[in-house]
């Protein structure tokens, strides 16, 4: 059962435009973690949101956790081609099962 | 500290064979989980393992099993390979408190 939808799931743009990818879900998740992946990489864990409303900012990118703990965006300024990737969601439920997004493929053109 | 290693990271095998893929977790850490990877089906959940015991199972068949030895190693064999098989197999480590997973780099696996 997928139980995170991403969206958008394809996303191009220009260097040094600003991007949201959202991750939404009907269920509540202890935490929420954001990945990404290059194409024959592992997914490489960018951060992780534990409360209700949390912000967290990693240099360029902004991480919100929903106050429900239901849903997370990630917002991306002025985007640079290194940050070109498959972004992933991943909402864990508080006994080690992790539940994985659909995946937002985004490309920077420089 | 060393991160996930996974083994081999390619593997070319023809249809009917059997495989094994091998999965050191992060020093410390005693959970290990596996998915596969498609592009049409994203990552789906194989099975986790904690001390030694499969503690959560995804929805694949039997011919798809793991096992974790009392380093914290783990292995999964594929029995029986069949061209849809074919996908990048993860294995993740997990770090309690938050939980958090950390993925090694993958093993390609080709089934031809």
């Known amino acids: 059962t997928q139980l995170l939808e991403q969206s958008p799931q394809f996303l191009s743009i220009q260097e040094g435009e600003n991007l949201t990818v959202y991750c939404n879900s009907s269920?509540?998740?202890?935490?929420l973690q954001w990945y990404r992946q290059e194409p024959g990489e592992g997914p490489v864990l960018l951060v992780t949101?534990?409360?209700?409303?949390e912000v967290k900012k990693l240099k360029r990118l902004t991480f919100q956790f929903g106050d429900a703990r239901k849903d997370s965006s990630l917002h991306i300024t002025a985007a640079q081609p290194g940050d070109t990737g498959l972004y992933l969601c991943?909402?864990?439920?508080?006994?080690?099962?992790?539940?994985f997004g659909t995946g937002t493929s985004l490309t920077v053109i420089p | 500290k060393a991160g996930v290693t996974q083994t081999p990271r390619y593997l070319i095998k023809t249809r009917g064979q059997q495989v094994t893929l091998s999965c050191s977790p992060i020093s410390g850490h005693r959970s290990v989980s596996w998915y596969q990877q498609t592009p049409g089906q994203g990552l789906q959940f194989l099975f986790e393992y904690f001390s030694e015991t499969q503690r959560n199972k995804g929805n694949f068949p039997g011919r798809f099993s793991g096992r974790q030895f009392s380093n914290s190693r783990s292995e999964m064999n594929v029995s029986t390979l069949e061209l849809g098989d074919s996908a990048l197999y993860l294995c993740a480590s997990t770090r309690i408190g938050p939980n958090e997973q950390f993925f090694g780099p993958g093993t390609r696996l080709t089934v031809l």
């Open positions: 949101v534990v409360t209700g409303g």
């Open positions: 991943a909402g864990e439920n508080g006994g080690n099962q992790f539940y």
């Open positions: 269920s509540v998740f202890s935490s």
